[in-house]
């Protein structure tokens, strides 16, 4: 018989869970024990069923996601299992990894029958890393004691606690002896006091230049692409990207909009004139649509000095010359950062010239590991800090299982 080779994974989802967390996006039904049996029952006749379709593949990973998985309790989560043991070509060394709070993942006795039933990553809050010597020995977690020859470390930074980081790893590197360079939100949006982004919150802008000067008038940031006004400043992609270049410990900045940074000066003052000629009897509150968003018109005819009902001819050339100025480089003074929670990454973390580039392993404790945004390392949006994580962490993961092989001499 021909040997099944292709590789497939199973993600398995427990919908079950004790409370709904607010950024959970998944299908979870809280409180709903009196459900499970029945889930459990169908879930694993459509596994067997769907096992008909998988006979040329071999299971590699099976992970058991949610909802919180372990909140099933141990004896469905062993039916399950059984399940996929009996109906799929299960690799022997398959990855199998149940999501679980540790409020729900059971006592010792249940992590063993876990075991048992063939899963072997359990999620704990790790608290310490205890060493012997140099040789690290195991990881305390909150729920017990975890031996072990190597550990990878990737904990996340501080920002977006929500999702579950906040900062612990530090302190696990900082106990090993490594440099942490001071932590901080980055891709974060900005806040001002400016009335004009009260006036046009809600205003997304595209295609707009976006240049940042330091309180010593030096340029730090320019770029061009989507930018949001908000209520306490200003958001999206530009005013993210234009956080990372910025330190308020020195003070703020002024952040400067291009509306048009296609045209230079006297291309826009062309244009001006072209779109005045044409509208000369219309209201500025109409006229200016051709080049503005109408809820910027408003702030526009301000800037100007004029009304909204002011009509297109009666516009001063001191007052065109001063739309043009608003428009080549609207300043908005930037107070500080928004909170830490609100940064989609971390800057700062572990410093790299104390790691192994090739493997993360530390040099300072052999057999640590480090991986993600817990390090001293971050980028742009656009799916860069991922790349990052990812590729950390897998220059760690096999870091680590190298490091192991060679501890038991394989
Ligand atoms: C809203 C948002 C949108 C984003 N969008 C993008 C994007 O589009 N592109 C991009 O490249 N990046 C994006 N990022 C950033 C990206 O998600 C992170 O850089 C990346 O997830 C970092 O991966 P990580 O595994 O190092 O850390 P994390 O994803 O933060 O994971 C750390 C994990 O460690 C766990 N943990 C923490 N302390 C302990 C402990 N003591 N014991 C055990 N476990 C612990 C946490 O619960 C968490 O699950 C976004 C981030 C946010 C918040």
Redo the contacts with the bound molecule.
Sequence with gaps: MKKPVKPLGLYIHIPFCKSKCIYCDFYSLPRAEDRMDRYVSALCRQLAEIAQRTTAHTVDSVYLGGGTPSYLGEKRLRHILKTVKKHYHLSRDAEITLEANPDSAGDWRTLRALRRAGVHIVQ????SLARDGETLTGVAGERGWYPCRAVVV????V??PL????G??YALAEALGHTVIPPRGSLVPLESESPWCVQMQGLSLRNVGLTVWDQRGKKIFREQGELLFTHFGLSGPLALSASAHMDFTKGGYIASIDWKPALDDKKLDARLLREFAERSNQDCANALGALVPRSDIPVMVQWMGVSLHTKVHEIRKDQRMALLAALKGFAIPIKGPRPVEEA??TAGGVKLSELDPKTMQSKKVPGVFF????LDADAY?????????WCT?RAAGEGAAHYCRGAEGL
């Design positions: 704990d809050r790790a608290l990737t904990t996340g930074g920002s977006y999702t579950g980081s906040t612990d790893g989609i990454i991986a993600g945004e817990v949006t656009g799916g860069f800090n991922l790349q990052i994580a962490g």
